[in-house]
């Protein structure tokens, strides 16, 4: 069931790792099949050493296992609270050090350059901090809530700022396909570090909203010229 997506979601997975994301298991992709309505996710706890595809986790959009010997990640509910409100087709988290780092001090992410507008547009909101209930029930499905809630909150489309900041804990990205949710969890982690230097250098950092809706538009906009036609 669903082999072509237990292979992509792998192989994204094992990128997390490449790309120096994710230590340990500290990380999960999952990617979803809308038609069935089912989505693939990594298994909890899982060494990536020893991963393949056929160790990838089938569940319903309640969290049952539908194939697959392991537990899904413990982070399961969340995605499926990101999938059940955003229309994406992958999710990931991971505990990457410099997103973590602004995750921790529960600041939101601000577009300082061309680099963060070329992916998402605008600053990168962060949760609010999670009440005791929220924390004691459900944990994993009311970090997705307050994901949700915050990009209400902040009147931010989710598609164009793929990836968000959850409060004291680390990000989430998602993009159309595992290798694009992966990417975004790359530059989130890349413009988190050159974000936190910039403002080192200068606390006054600022950038014209006109440069970003330059950057973010010319790739994403209805009118975007960045890049080569699919042939």
């Known amino acids: 069931m669903l082999s072509e997506l237990k292979k992509k979601v792998c192989d994204a997975n094992l990128e997390l790792v490449d790309l120096g994301l994710v230590i340990f298991t500290w990380g999960n992709v999952s990617g979803i099949d809308r038609e069935k309505n089912l989505f693939v996710i990594k298994p909890s706890g899982l060494s990536y050493e020893k991963m393949t595809f056929n160790d990838m986790v089938v569940c319903d959009m309640d969290g049952n296992v539908i194939e697959g010997d392991y537990n899904p990640s413990s982070d399961t509910p969340t995605h499926i609270e990101i999938y059940r409100n955003i229309n994406t087709s992958s999710v990931v988290h991971t505990h990457s050090k410099w997103a973590t780092i602004w995750s921790q001090a529960g600041k939101p992410l601000p577009c300082f350059g061309t680099t963060h507008a070329d992916n998402f547009y605008g600053t990168i909101p962060v949760t609010r901090e999670m009440s005791d209930q929220e924390i004691k029930s459900e944990y994993e499905k009311n970090t997705g809530k307050v994901i949700i809630e915050a990009f209400r909150e902040f009147a931010i489309n989710p598609l164009d700022v793929p990836g968000v900041l959850v409060k004291n804990h680390?990000?989430?990205?998602?993009?159309?396909?595992?290798?694009?949710?992966?990417?975004?969890?790359?530059?989130?982690?890349?413009?988190?570090?050159?974000?936190?230097?910039s403002l080192d250098l200068n606390p006054e950092i600022e950038m014209k909203q006109q440069l970003i809706d330059k950057h973010y538009l010319r790739k994403h906009g209805a009118g975007a010229y960045y890049g080569q036609k699919e042939l």
Do not use: D, I
């Not at 992966?182 to 974000?195: D, I």
């Open 170 to 197: 680390g990000p989430f990205t998602w993009g159309n396909t595992p290798k694009k949710a992966v990417e975004n969890s790359a530059v989130l982690e890349y413009v988190a570090h050159m974000a936190y230097v």
